[in-house]
């Protein structure tokens, strides 16, 4: 599986983004997709993920502010509405094919966030 993240910028902050990511290859068997985050000097950190039964998952930090999305299991999305400064980050996003154990990250996208 191929993933291109897309939809990264500066952005003032209260702003809004939307991240998509595409998926190619061996996607039938995708059930979790997912948005990651990294920000300077800290670890990788679940944003958003959804599965296949639209099961959603928020970090507490994004709850009511970014929603995640999808189009069958070629593209995700991620709404970001009221953006802060420390959403600044590198976000990834993330596959997942449970039945082979496989999990597959795209390059990462930079979203900055100016107060």
């Known amino acids: 599986v191929q993933l291109q993240a897309s939809g990264g910028g500066l952005v003032q902050a209260g702003g809004s983004l939307r991240l998509s990511c595409a998926a190619s290859?061996?996607?039938?068997?995708?059930?979790?997709m997912g948005w990651y985050r990294q920000a300077p000097g800290k670890e990788r950190e679940l944003v958003a993920a959804?599965?296949?039964?639209?099961?959603t998952n928020y970090a507490d930090s994004v709850k009511g502010r970014f929603t995640i999305s999808r189009d069958n299991r070629k593209n995700t999305y991620l709404q970001m509405n009221g953006l802060k400064p420390e959403d600044t980050a590198v976000y990834y996003c993330?596959?997942?094919?449970?039945?082979?154990?496989?999990?597959?990250w795209g390059k990462g996208t930079l979203v900055t966030v100016s107060s």
């Open positions: 993330n596959v997942r094919r449970d039945i082979v154990h496989m999990e597959y």
């Open positions: 290859g061996s996607i039938a068997t995708i059930n979790y």
């Open positions: 959804i599965t296949t039964d639209d099961n």
